[in-house]
Every structure is written in structure tokens, then in C-alpha cells.
């Protein structure tokens, strides 16, 4: 029996949990500036994470999904995109979007329930935040569509989890990128859960990479806590895109190291044994430990990073803290050009409570 090459799925690794390369280092990689780069926003992302999670325990922010875990994936992304290409992501990217140009009080405003949190000019063409499971998938595909027909070398990137490569949002999209040869690369992003539903359970096949061979794209697995391999195969995957080559599915093994959202406890469905197991393959801690071994990275460094990190956010906080109250009129003003009567009349009974809550305000 032979086996047709064309289905087998490549995995790429170069460093290991340990902090240690398991094959030649890429040449990019031996300067030091970009993987320092990469430390850095890891811990800034840390830090930002840890204090939503606090914000929203005390009172201060909506439902949050934490990165906790999948920061690799994040940093990656928010550098190797070019300015011009679209990143189209899901809810579980905040730090790849500060780092493509929204403010980290802005990521503060949204999950606290405030959709000028989504409006930044800064942002360019990227897509918002998508909630929706998988609908961002074709988005990313039209999106993709519209690039290859303008004739531009712009590249378009997609995340989603691994939960949404269940649904036919994402098969129709990723098939009509194979078929049209679309400029967009498709991350998923599996860490191993949605919500409660376990990896082993969501899809029968042994890997969701291969869901890109049956839309007839190029496809692997990475490590997704493996800043060195996501740089490299989502880099190439780009440059294949914006070259006009065609679409890569990639699938990024990571974790999801905290609870689904602030609204779960994920102690309800996973074992203690299998969160310690995932501790050990965490980003940051082997990224650290490779840095110094390279002798790129110290104690004095690293207390140095951790004041910044902790300096840098809560300055976002308190930017976030500081969001003057949202009009109750914005319920109303952006889904229809005009308004039908009943929520015409909501909106001037809201406009009233509007008009009494500045008058309380201005009374002090
Ligand atoms: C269309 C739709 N159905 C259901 C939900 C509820 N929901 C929110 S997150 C989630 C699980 C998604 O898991 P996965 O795709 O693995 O992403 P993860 O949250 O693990 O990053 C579900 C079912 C939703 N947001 N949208
Ligand atoms: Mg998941």
C-alpha cells in the first residue's frame, strides 16, 4: 500500500518545552532583537491579561476570555504581519491587536461592554473582535476575494479556535479558498478545549490541519508555544499569500491555561494532572530559559521587564478607569438609517434619562 505524501501533516518545532532547539536555529533567529521582542510582548500580555481578569472580579469589566497560555500565538502575529494586510481575528487575540495598532485601554472598553473600544482609526483594515463562532472565517475569505481581484500583494489572516473547525462557516470558507486560490492564511488556534468540550471529542479526524487538505490547501501543524516555529511557518504562509501562491491552513497546538471566559470554572471539566502537564509547555517560561542559555537575558533584566509590564498597564487601567459614561442613545443610533416608530419612542424616553443623568452629573 503507498501512502499519498500530499495527505501526510507536517509538525514544526524548534524549541522545546525544555528551552531547547531541537533542530537549526533559522537565521533571523540568531540576532537577538526580534526574540527579545517577542519576550517582552509575552509578559506585557501577561500582565494586561491578569489584570482584566482582576477588573472584571471587581466589578470593572464585562464576560473576559483570557490568553493565558496562547501568548505565543498572539506576539507572533501582531509582528508579522505587514501594515497593509488584514488581520480578521477571533475574541481570543487581544494582544495581537494592540500590537497591530488598538490601545490596551481600548481591549479594557470593549470587554467592558464599551464599543468605542472598537473604534480606533489606528486599527486600519483590520477586522473587530468576532464573537460569533467562525463567521470571521468568511469574512476572511471574501475579505481575501476582493484582494485577489484588486491584483494586491496584501495577505489576510484569520484565527479561530479549534471548536470552530466544527462548524460549516469555516469548511465553506476554507473550500472556496482553495478552490479560488485565496491570499489568506487560516490559523487555528487549538487549545484543546471549547468551553467543555474536549479536543478528542469536537472532530474524529487525528489532527484539524488535514481539514485544509480537503479543501485542497497546503496545511501542518505547529507549536503553538514555540514563538520560533510560529514565526517561521506563519511568515512563509504570508509571504506565500501575498505572492499570490495560494491559501495555508496552519493549526497551532497550544493550551488554554485559564478558564474559557471569567464566566466559567474549567476545575468543573478538567483535571488538576492535565492543567500541571500544560503549565510545563507554557511560551514564556521556555522563551526565558532559551534567552538565558544565549546569555541574552538575566535576573536584573528580567525584575526590570516585569516593573515595566506592570507600569505600562495599569496607565491603560486607569486610561480605561477614566472613559467618560456612554450615551444610552448609542443603543439605538447605528442599526437602521431610520428609525421604526417603537424605538424612536425608546429613544426619546432613553434621551430623557440621558439629558436627567447629565444634570445628576453636573449637580456633582
Ligand atoms: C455561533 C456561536 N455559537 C455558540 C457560541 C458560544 N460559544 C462561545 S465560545 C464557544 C467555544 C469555542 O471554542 P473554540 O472555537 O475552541 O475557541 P476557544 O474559546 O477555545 O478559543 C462557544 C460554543 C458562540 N459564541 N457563537
Ligand atoms: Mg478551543
Redesign the pocket.
Known sequence: MKRNPACAIEYVQYLNEKGELTQPIPKWAEQSNLLLRYYREMVMARHADQKAISLQRTGKLGTY?SILG?EAINVVIGSVLNKDDVFVP???DHTAMVMRGMKQADVYRYWGGDERGSANPDVGKDLPYC?????QVSHATGVAAAIKIRGEQRAVLCT????????GDFLEAINLAGVWQLPVVFLI???????S?P?TI?CGAPTLAQKGIGAGIPALQVDGNDVIALHEIVSEALQRARLHKGATVIEAISY?LGD??TADDATRYRTNEELRDAWQREPIKRLQHYLHQRGDWDESKEQRLQAQAADQVQQAVDEYLQTPQQSINDLFLYHYEELPAGLAEQLSEADMANQLQEKAGQRG
Open positions: 476570555p496562547q477571533y475574541y481570543r464573537v460569533p463562532i467562525a463567521t479561530c479556535g479549534d471548536g470552530a473547525t466544527s462548524k488556534n487549538n487549545n484543546q478545549w471549547a468551553i468540550v479536543r469536537q488554554r474559557h471566559t
